[in-house]
């Protein structure tokens, strides 16, 4: 047999065994799988819904808890002041002190 | 026609019904490759309805960064070869006594495919007689060709697939195909 003969046979066979884009059953094939997947998908929200869930409520928690804290803590500006009143009577002390040993 | 892309985009955005243009478009592929693997006709289309009901579920990990029938088709040989660990060795028959026992129905399938022209429609027959012909070849023939003609993979991913070089991939295929056209073209000159 030559190559050009084999090539053409193998060409053929492949063509058969291999090379098929098409089946007569393809609707019914098309039908059962969409049958199922359609029957998946309340099970798939349903999933997704908890997975949605599992990050969803810790960073709920996490504002909810970032929100007391907030509003527990003393605000900056008394902080800001107690500061400013601290270091001012401290200045006060050391220069009437100061003055004082003058 | 819808073109694939948007088709994905649909399907991942919801629309379940898109998701049928895509078993529609690659079931002859799916199927194949699962005939191959496990050369009975019905245990190859309940696994390829498995392929594509995984498909749908794990649809978020489809990356766009290969096509997606090279993703199903990966999907069908992980399938494929986790059930072919599950089940027992059974006993399959010979090539030559299939196509003894079958000749007619062969010829008449060559010669039908001929005669289509372009593309192929294979009949639940034709793929029942092809899952026997598939099971009947030699193990090493059977890998190698389901490698190449049915998942057509390139010589370089074989090579990777089978650890071995590109040289040796060539070799091997050239030695199957050879081994299956003396077994098959009697049945194509008749």
Request: with cysteine; proline share 2%.
């Amino acid at each position: 047999m030559s190559d050009n003969q084999e090539e053409a046979i193998w060409q053929h066979l492949s063509k058969a065994l291999f090379g098929g884009n098409r089946t007569t059953d393809e609707s019914l094939f098309t039908y059962r799988v969409m049958d199922q997947v359609r029957r998946l998908e309340p099970v798939l929200q349903d999933i997704a819904w908890h997975r949605f869930l599992r990050w969803a409520i810790p960073m709920l928690g996490a504002g909810v808890a970032g929100l007391a804290l907030a509003a527990r803590a003393p605000s900056a500006s008394l902080l800001m002041d107690n500061a400013l009143f601290h270091q001012q009577s401290s200045d006060t002390g050391s220069l009437s002190s100061a003055l004082q040993e003058e | 026609m819808q073109n694939e892309n948007d088709i994905i985009t649909a399907v991942q955005s919801g629309d379940i019904e898109a998701f049928g243009t895509l078993v529609r478009a690659h079931q002859t592929r799916v199927r194949l490759v699962c005939l191959a693997f496990l050369g009975n006709a019905g245990e190859a289309d309940d696994a390829a309805q498995e392929v594509f009901v995984r498909a749908f579920k794990g649809f978020e990990n489809f990356k766009r960064d290969a096509s997606f029938e090279t993703w199903i088709i990966r999907i069908a040989d992980n399938l494929c070869l986790d059930l072919l660990r599950a089940r027992k060795r059974h006993r399959t028959e010979s090539l030559d006594a299939l196509l003894e026992q079958q000749g007619e129905i062969f010829e008449g399938f060559l010669s039908r495919i001929k005669d289509t022209g372009e593309s192929s429609t294979y009949t639940p027959k034709d793929l029942e007689f092809l899952g026997r012909l598939f099971a009947a070849l030699p193990e090493d023939d059977r890998e190698i060709l389901i490698l190449r003609e049915v998942e057509q993979l390139s010589y370089e991913t074989i090579a990777e697939r089978l650890r071995c070089s590109l040289d040796a991939v060539k070799g091997r295929l050239k030695r199957s195909r050879q081994n299956l056209i003396n077994k098959c073209h009697p049945f194509i000159h008749k």
